[in-house]
């Protein structure tokens, strides 16, 4: 049986590496992402988010969020393992993000959410602007929201 989730913000080396574990198996190996455009140089300045199992302690979810300046954070790379989607992670993991960017003292965020994801971030208040695009062979859709 599964145990328990802990949300946790760091920044830690540890945080990025274990925020890449998830990264990987969710963009490069389940969607194809090239290695090369999901691990990036913002990596080392992003906050990072971590949904963790607390029984096993292992990286099950994850999300960062990158100071953009002017009060604007930019939220990206929200990710949760197959085994462990349908059960609140990326909730969890957005409500923690909207919490620290408040604590943060961030006045709006903004994403690129794939497509197939749109209504998820609707329900967490976030709207669509602009024209779809593609990301790494992905659609793509800007979504921001005042704090």
Not at 30 to 58: C, F, G, M, R, W
Not at 109 to 121: C, E, K
Request: charged residues 30%; proline residues 3%.
């Amino acid at each position: 049986m599964a145990g328990t989730i802990l949300i946790r913000a760091g920044g830690r080396r540890v945080d990025i590496a274990n925020a890449l574990k998830v990264r990987d198996v969710v963009f490069i190996q389940e969607q194809n992402v090239p290695v090369e455009l999901e691990h990036d140089e913002h990596d080392a300045d992003a906050l990072h988010i971590l949904a963790v199992e607390t029984k096993t302690k292992e990286p099950v979810g994850t999300a960062r969020v990158l100071d953009k300046g002017n009060g604007v954070a930019k939220i990206g790379r929200v990710a949760v393992l197959k085994e462990y989607r349908g059960r609140g992670i990326g909730q969890a993991l957005m409500q923690a993000v909207l919490k620290t960017a408040r604590e943060l003292h961030f006045k709006s965020l903004i994403l690129d959410a794939q497509v197939s994801v749109i209504p998820f971030y609707e329900n967490l208040e976030f709207v669509a602007e602009g024209d779809v695009f593609d990301d790494a062979g992905i659609p793509h859709r800007r979504m921001s929201r005042a704090l």
